[in-house]
């Protein structure tokens, strides 16, 4: 390949088209809009709800990683504090005890993330959702541990 060609995935690009800049989809679909073409400004109507949906489900998957990564620490810390607090009892119930909140945790986050993929108007719903189960659980481990504090 000549010098300054760009190679991507076997196809010879020209150095001349190496810094071509599409503008954002918003301005893409502002001048679609703009144009008065109905076929246009439906395609430019579908693109831009495409978008949204794309930056929603960003936006969701981002918290959601989030959300699980700090979960395993309170899980943790959660089943430590229940093994001391229940610890001579049936392992089985201590078990059940320390999974029902990783069930509800999963099913919030879960719950969480379809609700902020499904509209523009249930982001803030879905994404408060999502970080709701680490805040029960959160209040879970400090009351536990408050428990264990006082003996």
Same mark, same amino acid.
């Given at each position: 390949?000549?010098?300054?060609?760009?190679? #991507?995935? &076997?196809?010879? !690009?020209?150095?001349?088209?190496?810094?071509?800049?599409?503008?954002?989809?918003?301005?893409?679909?502002?001048?679609?809009?703009?144009?008065?073409?109905?076929?246009?400004?439906?395609?430019?109507?579908?693109?831009?709800?495409? /978008?949204?949906?794309?930056? &929603?489900?960003? *936006? @969701?998957?981002?918290? @959601?990683?989030?959300?699980?990564?700090? @979960?395993?620490?309170? $899980?943790?810390? =959660?089943?430590?504090?229940?093994? #001391?607090? =229940?610890?001579?009892? &049936?392992? !089985?119930?201590?078990?059940?005890?320390?999974?029902?909140?990783?069930?509800?945790?999963? $099913? =919030?986050?879960?719950?969480? *993330?379809?609700?902020?993929?499904?509209?523009?108007?249930?982001?803030?719903?879905? #994404? %408060? $959702?999502?970080?709701?189960? &680490?805040?029960?659980?959160?209040?879970?481990?400090?009351?536990? /541990? %408050?428990?264990?504090?006082?003996?």
């Amino acid at each position: 390949a000549p010098a300054g060609t760009v190679m #991507i995935s &076997n196809l010879q !690009l020209p150095p001349a088209i190496e810094n071509v800049t599409i503008p954002p989809p918003p301005e893409l679909v502002a001048d679609a809009r703009a144009s008065g073409s109905a076929p246009l400004i439906t395609l430019a109507d579908q693109a831009q709800g495409q /978008y949204n949906r794309l930056l &929603n489900t960003i *936006q @969701s998957e981002f918290n @959601s990683r989030g959300s699980f990564s700090l @979960s395993c620490l309170c $899980l943790v810390l =959660l089943g430590a504090a229940l093994g #001391i607090e =229940l610890r001579g009892r &049936n392992p !089985l119930a201590v078990f059940v005890v320390g999974f029902v909140p990783a069930v509800v945790l999963v $099913l =919030l986050i879960t719950a969480g *993330q379809q609700l902020a993929e499904g509209g523009s108007k249930h982001v803030a719903a879905g #994404i %408060s $959702l999502i970080w709701a189960g &680490n805040a029960l659980l959160l209040a879970m481990v400090a009351g536990v /541990y %408050s428990v264990l504090l006082r003996r």
